[in-house]
């Protein structure tokens, strides 16, 4: 079935950036997603890719699509301690009511 | 403000009770969803609903069950029959079910984490 995979963690110093990866299996995705999850809360929709694109940039979130390799990037620049969270990546299919979720990757920002 | 209201946030339970966890939006969304959320994994999709009076189980709906008579409210009971329902729930609507002309943000409530003693 399909499948989506990011890393676990990732640390970051505070006012670097930060790359968040993740890949997918299905490659008829048409939409692919990035939530925000800070603790102990519900997600946020972040930023989203319709899948004819490339590249999307909205202030200090870049993301980046590789559809021939199924490889998804949330990039943030200038990494600040309210980026803390834990960032879920997410497809879609047209025909496909549900969302495919990958694990999340923690982002620990380090002083 | 509109949003999603999930109750309660806390919810501690002993084996082989039912508990039901309260979902309520004022989005006018139609569609509605529960997640369960462990450590290290994904969402799951529990139950969800594209309409009133509606709903189709997802992929962990065993040991689950839901109601939606209303368009705003989407309770989720946790039966005695779910095997380990420790876990952090999350409820979610949405304005339309995902397609090419609607890229179908979810809105999630804040959550409710169930312990089971």
């Known amino acids: 079935g399909e499948d989506v995979e990011q890393s676990l963690f990732l640390s970051v110093r505070e006012g670097d950036s930060s790359v968040i990866n993740c890949t997918y299996t299905?490659?008829?995705?048409?939409?692919l997603y990035w939530y925000k999850q800070e603790p102990g809360a519900g997600l946020q929709l972040l930023t989203y890719?319709?899948?004819n694109m490339d590249m999307k940039q909205d202030q200090r979130l870049t993301v980046l699509l590789n559809k021939k390799d199924k490889h998804l990037s949330l990039r943030i620049a200038d990494t600040q301690t309210g980026d803390s969270a834990i960032y879920f990546c997410?497809?879609?299919?047209?025909?496909?009511?549900?969302?495919?979720w990958g694990a999340g990757t923690k982002l620990i920002i380090k002083p | 403000d509109g949003g999603i209201t999930q109750s309660p946030k806390y919810l501690f339970r002993k084996e082989g009770q039912n508990v039901t966890l309260s979902c309520e939006q004022n989005?006018?969304?139609?569609?509605m969803y529960w997640y369960r959320q462990d450590p290290g994994q994904g969402l799951r999709l529990i139950y969800y609903s594209q309409i009133v009076n509606d709903f189709q189980k997802g992929d962990i709906a065993e040991g689950y069950s839901v109601s939606r008579e209303k368009k705003e409210s989407f309770p989720l009971t946790v039966t005695s029959a779910q095997k380990n329902p420790t876990a952090f729930y999350l409820c979610?609507?949405?304005?339309?079910?995902?397609?090419?002309?609607?890229?179908?943000?979810?809105?999630f409530g804040e959550g409710s984490r169930l312990t089971v003693l």
């Open positions: 299905d490659s008829s995705s048409t939409y």
């Open positions: 979610a609507s949405s304005i339309a079910v995902v397609s090419s002309y609607a890229h179908g943000e979810l809105f």
């Open positions: 989005l006018n969304h139609d569609a």
């Open positions: 997410a497809e879609s299919e047209d025909s496909n009511y549900q969302l495919i």
């Open positions: 890719i319709f899948s």
